[in-house]
């Protein structure tokens, strides 16, 4: 059997991704695992995406037989990456040959970090990754909720980001609630700003901004991102408000559903969204190199 490895950098052509979600199908028919999740297979065609593909396949059959997806999703050279390997072929020690493809990717890419996005029933990718020195670290759930009308809070006013005068509030606001470097939201706000469908909103009360989160479209629905709220103004319903109110821009967006991921051990988080009708989708764990 011989197999070919290649490399290719993300955005990746159609023909591409038709394989790779093509796999990703009958793995998932096979294994019962969502893979297309993942692989981050949403991503792989967006125009503003980085990162690259190691593509596996049988010179004998032109056929795609495995594939790693490694994406940089907030544009600071760390990966999220992803395997999967046709299940015909998982005896033939292709796991290790693009994980030493995916080694010498990142080495060409100076990257300075890595996470390994692992489905929680994915069991044939947790024996490989353990196998080869990937320890677990923490894992987030994809939360879904409907798209509707909502009854939206009085004192709470939600509007666009400004650039202009809105800054300094986020960046204060994600010092206090996350602990982030000015540097870094300043990135985070660029970068949102450069992504076509991604859009910053801002809470006020009482016309102080004391809020933020961000809006991301995606086929039929909105992802949540960067959802913020100032410690001195939490448990006020600011958050409560925000999640609201995206789900009543959803709607009249005319998108259906409204996600976001949230990590599993922020119980506080979790009981919010569960509050407000918001349902378990699927969970990721995520495993770092310890060597």
Same mark, same amino acid.
């Given at each position: ?136 670290? %923490?894992? &987030? /759930? ?5 798209? *509707? =009308?909502? @009854? !939206? ?6 509007? #666009? ?12 606001? %994600?010092? &206090? /609630? ?5 540097? *870094? =939201?300043? @990135? !985070? ?6 992504? #076509? ?95």
């Amino acid at each position: 059997m011989n197999i070919a490895f290649i490399q290719e950098s993300l955005p990746i052509d159609e023909e591409t991704y038709q394989e790779i979600e093509s796999l990703s199908q009958y793995g998932m028919e096979l294994d019962q695992c969502a893979y297309y999740a993942a692989l981050n297979l949403s991503l792989l065609q967006k125009s503003y995406s980085r990162g690259f593909c190691i593509l596996a396949y049988d010179e004998e059959t032109d056929r795609l037989v495995g594939v790693i997806t490694a994406v940089d999703k907030i544009g600071l050279n760390t990966y999220e990456w992803s395997m999967l390997v046709d299940p015909m072929y998982r005896k033939a020690g292709i796991d290790e040959a693009l994980l030493s493809v995916l080694s010498k990717g990142f080495k060409e890419r100076h990257a300075i970090g890595e996470l390994v996005v692992l489905l929680e029933n994915d069991m044939y990718g947790r024996k490989i990754i353990e196998k080869y020195g990937y320890t677990y670290s %923490f894992s &987030e /759930a994809t939360f879904e909720a409907t798209a *509707e =009308t909502r @009854e !939206l809070h009085h004192l709470v006013n939600i509007r #666009p980001f400004e650039e202009s005068t809105d800054v300094e509030s986020l960046i204060v606001i %994600f010092r &206090e /609630a996350f602990g982030d470097l000015r540097e *870094e =939201t300043i @990135e !985070l706000l660029e970068m949102s700003k450069q992504i #076509p469908g991604r859009i910053t909103w801002v809470a006020e009360l009482n016309g102080e901004v004391v809020g933020t989160v961000t809006t991301a479209k995606d086929g039929d629905g909105q992802w949540v991102t960067s959802l913020a709220v100032h410690p001195l103004h939490q448990r006020k319903g600011v958050a409560t408000a925000l999640l609201n109110w995206v789900k009543d821009y959803t709607y009249r967006n005319g998108d259906k559903r409204v996600l976001l991921e949230v990590e599993i051990e922020n119980e506080e988080a979790l009981s919010l969204y569960q509050k407000i009708g918001f349902k378990k989708a699927l969970q990721i764990d995520f495993y770092v190199f310890e060597g």
